[in-house]
């Protein structure tokens, strides 16, 4: 579930749907964390950033694309 939510946050983005598509990230971050997938979560957080970034959130960016460096080098 948490690739398919990915996927939607990815794809209500480009439609710049922003509301949704960051429901869609977060949404793919619970499910991952639920999962233990330690694999795929720090995407899941980079996706959040650059999405964060898009929308001019720059400290929510900041934040989001640190978590997801941090797992990355895990």
Not at 2 to 11: E, K, S, T
Not at 29 to 42: M, T
Request: proline share 3%.
């Amino acid at each position: 579930i948490p690739y398919a939510l990915y996927d939607l946050g990815r794809i209500r983005s480009r439609q710049q749907a922003w509301h949704e598509a960051e429901n869609h990230f977060q949404s793919a971050i619970r499910q991952a964390q639920q999962n233990e997938d330690v694999y795929f979560l720090p995407y899941c957080w980079r996706e959040l950033g650059k999405h964060y970034s898009a929308t001019q959130q720059s400290a929510e960016a900041r934040q989001a694309l640190h978590e997801a460096r941090q797992l990355f080098q895990h």
